[in-house]
């Protein structure tokens, strides 16, 4: 008969702290918020000598190698694919350690990898089952303290992508619970830029139909102009004080006669967008906490993302806006993105670009 394991399991909510598996003892940090992502603290494996290990990541949290506490050698290398698929393993003790991408427990049989509230196959990127949310009873609890309108607004959203992993768009977006995280973007760009301009990236959205917990925001010129159009339309999709612009320069003609075309005041054009930027950073991560709230009117959300993204031209160096040059778009911090973890209250880093 096969000799089988017996395993010990110490939780902490939905966080593992503890687990002893023959032959390997792993430990979390019950510290740790983000769902236990990048909290393996040292992992110990038992033979006819005993091999103590610490974990090293990347930069989304997920257990890049295990590293000999005695001597500093690597025991175990891991790479994976967009969609957490272990892609190679190498190491005497690669196998032996469950706690691979995102830092979850990986079952060897079946590769699943368990999120705390529903299972994930990183082979075919999707979740065996849908987003509890989805089931009535989870929803009455998790909906709790929003609006009816919220609450209709989440239902609907709850069947569109109920079983895609991070939206399917794993290289930007991250779950660290198998829950649909709120999203909130700051946007940075060109007013007029083809696809990727703020005017058009404004028309383009159902800013009615937007998921509950979610919210957009605008540092560009006419940003003045479009964020309070969103919070016209739909006071929960937009953030509350974004920085304003309060341009007060000389305008050459050919500016105003584009201000004009688009009923843009001409106080309306950014002056400094790195500056800007931070101020909307700062503005998102106040939204985000007002989000975590179950008394929340837009929604209250396990976990909120903000997220800097850039339309063309929005990350070049010394862009200049005008004829003479006296404005500069700067360097922004694009793609720059973080985590609060609703439970913990508790942001967690994320810099896919610059700082």
Not at 321 to 344: F, N, V, Y
Request: charged residues 15%.
């Amino acid at each position: 008969m096969k000799n089988r394991n017996i395993i010990h399991w110490l939780w902490l909510g939905l966080v593992i702290c503890l687990l002893n598996v023959a032959p390997a003892h792993a430990f979390y940090n019950p510290q740790q918020g983000a769902g236990g992502v990048g909290g393996l603290l040292a992992a110990s494996f038992y033979g006819s000598a005993t091999t103590n290990c610490f974990a090293a990541y990347d930069g989304n949290g997920n257990v890049a190698a295990l590293v000999n506490a005695n001597d500093g050698t690597i025991s175990a290398n891991y790479e994976y694919g967009p969609f957490g698929e272990v892609i190679r393993m190498t190491g005497l003790m690669a196998l032996a350690n469950p706690f691979r991408f995102s830092t979850k427990y990986q079952d060897n049989e079946t590769d699943l990898l368990y999120y705390g509230y529903r299972f994930y196959n990183p082979s075919k990127g999707t979740w065996l089952s849908r987003d509890p949310v989805g089931e009535q009873s989870f929803f009455t609890f998790y909906t709790q303290g929003t609006s009816r309108i919220e609450r209709q607004q989440l239902w609907r959203a709850t069947f569109k992508a109920s079983y895609l992993f991070s939206k399917n768009q794993s290289l930007s977006v991250i779950d660290f619970m198998g829950l649909r995280p709120c999203t909130l973007t700051i946007q940075t760009s060109h007013f007029i830029s083809g696809e990727n301009g703020a005017y058009e990236n404004f028309n383009s959205t159902d800013w009615e139909a937007m998921p509950s917990g979610d919210g957009y925001g605008y540092v560009s010129c006419g940003a003045n102009t479009l964020n309070d159009a969103i919070a016209v339309r739909n006071s929960c999709a937009s953030i509350p004080n974004m920085p304003r612009n309060n341009y007060t320069g000389p305008l050459t003609p050919s500016e105003k006669a584009g201000m004009d075309k688009y009923n843009i005041p001409y106080n309306d054009l950014t002056e400094n967008t790195p500056e800007s930027i931070d101020l909307a950073w700062e503005a998102a991560k106040q939204s985000a906490q007002a989000r975590c709230r179950c008394s929340s009117k837009c929604g209250s959300c396990t976990s909120v993302r903000i997220v800097v993204t850039c339309g063309e031209g929005a990350d070049q160096d010394d862009l200049p806006l005008s004829q003479g040059g006296e404005r500069q778009h700067g360097t922004p911090k694009c793609k720059k993105s973080t985590t609060l973890d609703c439970k913990t209250e508790r942001f967690w880093p994320c810099y896919r670009g610059s700082g």
